[in-house]
């Protein structure tokens, strides 16, 4: 650890969220202040998920630390697309669907930021404010000027796919230069001297810090965090079902809780110093647990990161309805329901049918596989083969089947 004085960077680095910085004494200074610190967070999906969660906890870092925190909105620079570590070019998309993606997007910093006017309030900027009204060659004479192709053609990104001889488009090559020219505007216009982002970031991040003292003679800063893996290299916020989104809509409050449920033994105590507020103490009480007391840690850990997203009730809820499923052997009706139509399947549901309603399964293939390895329940029955399951089989209490892959997948079909 590093000995920092100011409580944002101090906080940062106790809980694990610093991986690499520019000028680290002259940012300390910096941050014994009211420093303004921003995020940019392109709008490619209408919700964020679990991997985004680094970034905004950093911001609730510095807000609670006093500082300022921003939060941009790519809706410039996601009609280009972020190339960084991506072998391929991303799909462009239309200014509706970004238009749509930043109002999904916004719902999810509200449970951690404070907006308003304040010193230490946070803001949301779009960057095509700015982005849309420069210029072509205005931006090429007053920024492109700065930036070498040599020194861009040496970024990780740019090298592997010139080296994989795989197309690195002139669209593309531009982003660096736009993400530089964020970190100016928002100098200039709200006296924000820190950007921070992921590792993979660092590159862009830097050419930032540059353009800021080559431009206005101004001491920029940058700050990264690790990208964050699972304890066995899996990637943050993925599981068997996809992306853990941060919407209601996306992923339930309970599907939430039991993402956080499922983190791996080694992994708790580091999950809970960047994804909660824990004090620390606490969080060493709960490292210190093993064999199953390990359960609490866990359990602490998805109700802590569950409150702070959809409220104290929902973790609740959530963890009662996991206890019922998985303890008791019984159904809660705060289980994730799908919808079966009866219509269409005739005197009952084959169990692939539920299965795939259930979106335990992606295939056909997956769900007889599943039943073939003993991993399907269906309304607590071991089922090995595909079979019809009668609508009078519905449990009376839920009016729903209860499907189950494994030990922990659980969701409820409800026939319509």
């Known amino acids: 650890m590093s000995n920092y004085t100011s409580e944002f960077l101090r906080t940062l680095d106790e809980r694990g969220y610093i991986k690499q910085v520019t000028h680290n004494q002259e ?8 420093p303004v610190a921003y995020i940019g967070f392109d709008a490619t999906a209408d919700s964020l998920h679990v991997g985004h969660m680094v970034g905004i906890m950093m911001l609730r870092r510095l807000q609670q630390a006093g500082g300022k925190p921003i939060v941009l909105m790519g809706g410039g620079t996601t ?6 570590d991506k072998e391929k070019s991303r799909p462009i998309l239309s200014e509706e669907d970004i238009a749509n993606n930043i109002r999904g997007i916004r719902s999810a910093f509200e449970p951690f930021l404070t907006f308003g006017d304040g010193p230490s309030d946070a803001i949301m900027v779009n960057n095509a404010d700015w982005l849309d009204k420069i210029g072509y060659i205005e931006f090429l004479r007053d920024i492109g000027k700065y930036f070498t192709i040599n020194t861009m053609v040496k970024q990780d990104t740019v090298a592997r796919r010139l080296r994989n001889e795989e197309p690195y488009t002139f669209l593309e090559f531009n982003y660096l230069l736009l993400q530089s020219y964020d970190f100016l505007e928002l100098s200039r216009r709200y006296g924000c001297f820190l950007q921070m982002g992921g590792s993979d970031q660092w590159g862009n991040i830097v050419g930032g810090v540059d353009l800021l003292h080559k431009a206005d003679g101004q001491q920029g800063f940058g700050l990264t965090c690790p990208l964050i893996t699972t304890a066995s290299g899996g990637k943050m916020g993925k599981t068997a079902d996809g992306a853990v989104w941060l919407n ?12 956080w449920r499922n983190t791996e033994d080694a992994d708790v105590g580091r999950f809970m ?3 909660t507020d824990l004090p620390l103490d606490e969080i060493a009480h709960y490292e210190a647990l093993s064999g199953a007391e390990i359960n609490n840690a866990k359990i602490a850990l998805a109700n802590a990161a569950t409150t702070m997203l959809h409220g104290e ?3 609740s809820e959530a963890e009662a309805a996991a206890a019922k499923a998985f303890i008791g052997g019984g159904v809660s009706a705060d289980l994730p329901t799908f919808d079966i139509v009866m219509a269409d399947h005739g005197e009952g549901a084959s169990t692939v049918a539920l299965l795939r309603a259930a979106d335990l399964v992606k295939s056909n293939g997956e769900a007889r596989r599943k039943m073939a390895e003993g991993a399907v329940r269906v309304n607590d029955q071991k089922v090995d083969e595909d079979q019809t399951h009668a609508w009078a089989d519905i449990l009376s209490d839920v009016s729903a ?5 494994g030990k922990k997948r659980i969701a409820l079909v409800k026939p319509v």
Do not use: M, N
């Open 248 to 259: 209601a809509e996306r992923r339930s409050p309970y599907e939430y809780w039991q993402f």
């Open 27 to 34: 940012l300390d200074s910096y941050c014994a202040g009211t």
């Open 273 to 275: 110093r960047l994804f």
């Open 79 to 84: 009609k280009i697309g972020d190339p960084t």
């Open 313 to 315: 009730q929902a973790a």
């Open 401 to 405: 089947f209860k499907v189950q892959v």
